[in-house]
């Protein structure tokens, strides 16, 4: 009788230790690569035993419908299944190359009223409604491909989530990219910027210190509209150039550096910029364009 209760016992537990390591004891299912506790690390906020992964997503057998796939276009991941990973990827996207994307192909951003040093997100509110912040649970994967794993990290939110961090400074998606490759959140305000895989601003910026900065641009659209709307006006050349459709442009689009004007012959007030611009208000140049400085 002992015999064979003992018997009944070790195949129940045997049982379960294959049932667990079937289901990887995680959720994620036998189609994702188990956790490498080896590689969790002390990150901004304590440690949060995050698993980081060499490779995709995809390299790496998550789970479909999980992490950067379960995310809609320009929405905020709110479900557990969403925040499960998260995928950072060196790539090129529209005209910035190299710049972060996530496992979807979506671009990331950085905000310069943020913080690298301490990392700090101060983008809260429907702030964090447009630019939804790449966001992971604690204990959560990050697959990096083409980033160094020494320049990611995580800060905690005010609403306590775990952000992403690259170089330190916080990183988001932006509501109006709506597939893979769009970089409409380029230049926004003056202050939001691409995140190149060191976390300086892809494509450079006003306030970028020299650091990565655009070539010079030889051809610049000016649009009517925010975020480039039609109707729109190309220029092109060396040297200044002056605008056709005098003060209407709300946003531009160059592939480089130029140097914008608020009168014709490039006189008057000016203002450097690296690459796209969706809202020239946010550094004071809305309507205001007159002419422009290429090459």
Known sequence: MFNKRFGMIAGAAAAGALLLTACNGDGYGTDAAA???SAAAEQAGGT???DFLSGTAQQNKARPRTGDWANGPG???????????????????GNLNPVVVNG???????FDKDTADPSKSTCNGECATTW???VVAPGGRIFIDGVKKSDVGVVKRDDGNLQVT?????VYRFSKDLKPGDTNGQGVGGTWFGVTPNGQKAGGGPADSGEGTAKPATSVTLSDEKNFGDPSEGLAGSGCQNVGRDNLASSLQAS???KIWSEKDCKGRSQVVNGNVADLAGIGFDNTVSSVFLG
């Open 75 to 93: 929405k905020p991941a709110t479900r557990p299944v969403a925040k499960k990973w998260v995928q950072l990827s060196a790539a090129g996207a």
């Open 104 to 110: 979807a192909g979506f671009t990331l951003y950085r």
């Open 132 to 134: 939804p912040p790449v």
């Open 166 to 170: 690259i170089g330190g400074w916080p």
């Open 48 to 50: 949060q035993n995050l």
């Open 256 to 258: 480089g550096s130029l």
């Open 35 to 37: 956790p490498n506790t």
